[in-house]
């Protein structure tokens, strides 16, 4: 049993002269420890961003305008000025066009490698594509794709247009993908016919025709490249859809496998109906061409990410090229100790932000390092192979890969060039931040917690500071995080609402298709005007460490990837047999916890074993396989206020052990006898 606060590792003195936030502070000219330089970071943000810009060069024309202006959620940064994302991950590929930019591993062990001199040459020849496709400025590009080189190409493509990006997982089913697409109405769709996960291959070729017909807006689509073309996938180890129903869940917060059917399209051009014409991945790079950036306002959309609330379609959430460009050079920078000679990995999928983050890692000068494929495929200790052969730096994947490798009694080596570890996904126990001090006793824990709406964490490590069990050592820079009571007073060494009382440069600069900002003033300033409430629990301590207990809300966070509970519905209320439903998600105190579906049957109906199969697979076909409920419960009634509304905060407190008339207001329910069928949850893994 590890003691939460425990101290496990502290720098040495050689470790923060040499680290990057170090220098930073000898630029700045400024002494003191790092709280101080925290303090001053969200008490003067317009010199401490426009520090950021001139500190790392950014490329770009710095206009006259003010850098901050307005409160939230309606401040303004940096008005007048004009740079490019790419053209800042790029910078590098004139003067150093043999640096390596780029490794590419998938479970199969294949590697790719590609310099900058390569990456920028790709990146010419698909803009040129783009170009000949009619992609413009402020016109959305779509992949449904993996973790591979391509995908990053074409993404940097898209930003040099000043055209935007959006991308999910090929695990994805088509539900969820075209619940998102529809609603930014792309004028490419890049996508593979398939993707291998766990010694598998699972074809996605009819899910693909399915995502396409959705989407009247196409031009054109591009097939990617599958990875057979390179040499890959035994004919013996293909499984298709049929025999794949039962599925493989993934661990470690991974993209795990989804099924479909269907069989991949011949290689060359041809027409398609509802998508335009159909060219493979060879069309669309096939000429040569000049590698130039269009100069975008500070704020031009740059990529459409996606997080789920509680009602609705998923949250189309639009960031800018400046506030990303700034946001991740810090970052990566200060927080993570990276840049030019490291090696940047993150265990990620396309449909989670931290893809958009590890690519950030270019931004920095680093080598980033792409993964396609089970993090414990052969075994458990994949990942750490990975790391050790490709002397990767910084290390990061997702809390519940630490937890496994702990369960594995897993002792990682030949990571002599591993300085830092990230955590993220979800809070890690004490215990995990045990295991990997006990095994990597030199290597910095970094447990970062922050978001897909902002694209980064809030709060994480930091060089300068020694790591407690338990702890996040400290508030992000810029980031001026407190912890607020129910009255929305500030409070410390109490848990309370996680909330930003300053505006960070990488909030969303609206949600698509939002032109009045409702959505996106209901999602984070409902509850304290001027002040962005995240949703979830955090303790500040007294020495700016910080405790993160999981989300206060009824959002599902499944391995780091939430999805809100009305995409649930959706599909679970299709079945005839279902009349009404309600899904909780048990997890807390850095926990995954249990996901429970309750059900209340239709009249002559059955919650059956055949239905509950049939639920299960609809779930993971049309969701995704990490949103498979553990179990399914059948309760005579579903709760819900006078209004109609589902209790669902206040079913998950009951669960979690509050007593129900303390958890809900009985006087607003419209049928308070049902609480009695919702007892709290006893974990049989324990």
Request: proline fraction near 7%; charged fraction near 20%.
């Amino acid at each position: 049993m590890v003691e939460e606060g425990a101290l496990l590792w502290e720098p040495t003195p050689e470790i923060v002269r040499d680290a990057k936030v170090t220098r930073y502070m000898e630029w700045l000219g400024r002494s003191g420890d790092y709280q101080d330089l925290w303090q001053w970071s969200v008490d003067s943000p317009a010199e401490f961003w426009t520090s950021i810009w001139d500190y790392f060069g950014v490329v770009g024309e710095r206009g006259e305008g003010p850098v901050l202006s307005g409160t939230m959620p309606g401040a303004e940064w940096f008005a007048g000025s004009t740079l490019n994302y790419a053209a800042n991950a790029l910078r590098r590929a004139a003067t150093e066009p043999d640096r390596l930019a780029v490794v590419f591993r998938d479970e199969e062990a294949r590697r790719r490698t590609l310099t900058l001199g390569e990456l920028a040459e790709e990146v010419a020849r698909v803009r040129t594509g783009l170009v000949e496709l009619g992609v413009g400025r402020g016109d959305r590009v779509a992949a449904y794709a993996p973790n591979v080189p391509e995908t990053l190409i074409a993404f940097l493509a898209t930003a040099s247009l000043g055209a935007i990006w959006s991308s999910c997982s090929p695990d994805f089913g088509a539900s969820s993908v075209i619940d998102r697409f529809t609603q930014i109405e792309p004028k490419v769709l890049i996508a593979i016919d398939g993707y291998a996960y766990n010694g598998k291959w699972f074809d996605r070729g009819q899910v693909v025709e399915d995502i396409a017909a959705k989407l009247p807006t196409l031009v054109a689509r591009v097939r990617m490249p599958l990875p057979e073309a390179e040499g890959g996938a035994d004919e013996e180890s293909v499984t298709r859809a049929t025999s794949a129903a039962s599925g493989e869940t993934g661990d470690a917060g991974a993209s795990v496998a989804a099924t479909g059917s269907g069989e991949a399209g011949e290689p060359g051009e041809s027409s398609s109906e509802g998508g335009g014409r159909t060219l493979d991945w060879a069309d669309l790079r096939a000429t040569a061409g000049p590698l130039a950036f269009e100069p975008v306002p500070f704020a031009h959309p740059l990529w459409v990410v996606y997080s789920s609330g509680t009602t609705g379609l998923p949250k189309p959430i639009v960031h800018g090229h400046g506030g990303v460009v700034l946001e991740h050079l810090k970052a990566i920078s200060f927080h993570q100790d990276l840049g030019e000679g490291d090696v940047f990995f993150w265990y990620t999928t396309t449909g989670w932000m931290m893809w958009n983050y590890l690519i950030g890692g270019l931004l920095t000068g680093s080598t980033v390092v792409l993964y396609d494929g089970s993090a414990t495929h052969p075994g458990t200790d994949a990942l750490w192979r990975l790391a050790e052969e490709e002397g990767v730096t910084y290390f990061g994947t997702g809390a519940p890969y630490i937890i496994a490798s702990m369960k594995a009694a897993l002792r990682p080596t030949g990571l002599a060039a591993l300085r830092g570890l990230g955590s993220t996904g979800s809070p890690l126990p004490p215990e995990g931040f045990g295991w990997v001090h006990d095994t990597l006793p030199k290597v910095q824990l970094g447990s970062f917690s922050g978001g897909t709406d902002v694209c980064t964490g809030f709060v994480g490590a930091v060089a300068l500071l020694p790591v407690r069990a338990g702890v996040i050592p400290c508030r992000c820079l810029g980031a001026r995080v407190e912890s607020f009571d129910p009255s929305g007073a500030p409070v410390v060494d109490e848990v309370g609402e996680l909330v930003l009382t300053a505006p960070m440069p990488s909030m969303p600069v609206m949600f698509w298709n939002d032109p009045d900002g409702v959505r996106y003033r209901e999602s984070y300033f409902a509850d304290y005007p001027g002040v962005w409430r995240h949703g979830d629990w955090i303790k500040i301590l007294p020495d700016g460490g910080c405790v993160i207990y999981g989300r206060s809300d009824s959002t599902l966070n499944r391995g780091g990837v939430r999805m809100g509970t009305s995409e649930f519905y959706r599909v679970v209320e299709r079945f005839e047999e279902i009349a009404d439903s309600l899904v909780i998600d048990t997890g807390q105190l850095g926990q995954e916890g249990r996901l429970l579906l309750y059900i209340t049957v239709a009249e002559g109906a059955a919650l059956s074993d055949g239905l509950i199969m049939r639920l299960r697979r609809a779930i993971k076909e049309e969701l995704s396989p990490r949103h498979v409920p553990n179990e399914i419960i059948q309760v005579p009634g579903i709760p819900r206020t006078l209004s109609g509304k589902k209790l669902e905060v206040p079913i998950r407190k009951i669960l979690l052990g509050v007593p129900p008339e303390k958890a809900a207001n009985l006087d607003a329910m419209a049928n308070p006898e049902v609480l009695s069928h919702f007892a709290p949850v006893v974990d049989p893994r324990k």
